[in-house]
């Protein structure tokens, strides 16, 4: 049997207790992992993300939103965004403009340009991000 020297025994030693601890629930991982960042770490609650003007009409967008994907769309309606996970299993959903709908590649959910469920296996309507236009911007966001 290999001798394993003293200093790397109590190394291991250490660390397994301090495993053991944590596993137990001895020692809140938030203790040691430190306090939750601020709500607003992930970026700001609203961000600009571009001019009006530079939205065509049939056209869609991807952003990110406190780092959450948002799927932009332009259509004869107007300017119009929602949150890109699927309300089925969380896939990407993408606009479709040869059929005017939002799709899901997953599963073939359905959803119509106010993000309400035409067909599939989605459960709910897609999470709707507010767009305000302001000086000609447009901004996603609270
Ligand atoms: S994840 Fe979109 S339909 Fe299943």
């Given at each position: 049997?290999?001798?394993?020297?003293?200093?790397?025994?109590?190394?291991?030693?250490?660390?397994?207790?301090?495993?053991?601890?944590?596993?137990?629930?001895?020692?809140?991982?938030?203790?040691?992992?430190?306090?939750?960042?601020?709500?607003?770490?992930?970026?700001?609650?609203?961000?600009?993300i571009g001019?009006e003007t530079e939205i065509a009409e049939g056209s869609m967008r991807r952003?990110?939103?406190?780092?959450?994907?948002?799927i932009v769309i332009r259509d004869a309606?107007g300017i119009r965004?929602?949150?890109?996970?699927?309300?089925?299993?969380?896939?990407?959903?993408r606009w479709d403009g040869?059929?005017?709908?939002?799709?899901?590649?997953?599963?073939?959910?359905?959803?119509?340009?106010?993000?309400?469920?035409?067909?599939?296996?989605?459960?709910?309507?897609?999470?709707?991000?507010?767009?305000?236009?302001?000086?000609?911007?447009v901004?996603?966001?609270?």
């Amino acid at each position: 049997m290999p001798e394993i020297p003293r200093r790397d025994f109590l190394k291991s030693l250490a660390w397994t207790t301090f495993g053991a601890t944590v596993a137990g629930g001895a020692v809140p991982l938030g203790a040691i992992l430190g306090p939750a960042p601020p709500a607003g770490s992930l970026g700001p609650p609203r961000k600009p993300i571009g001019l009006e003007t530079e939205i065509a009409e049939g056209s869609m967008r991807r952003e990110v939103l406190q780092g959450k994907p948002v799927i932009v769309i332009r259509d004869a309606k107007g300017i119009r965004a929602f949150s890109s996970r699927c309300t089925h299993l969380g896939c990407l959903v993408r606009w479709d403009g040869d059929s005017g709908e939002i799709r899901c590649p997953c599963h073939g959910g359905r959803f119509d340009t106010n993000g309400k469920v035409l067909g599939g296996p989605p459960p709910s309507e897609l999470e709707s991000i507010p767009v305000s236009i302001q000086d000609g911007d447009v901004w996603i966001g609270d």
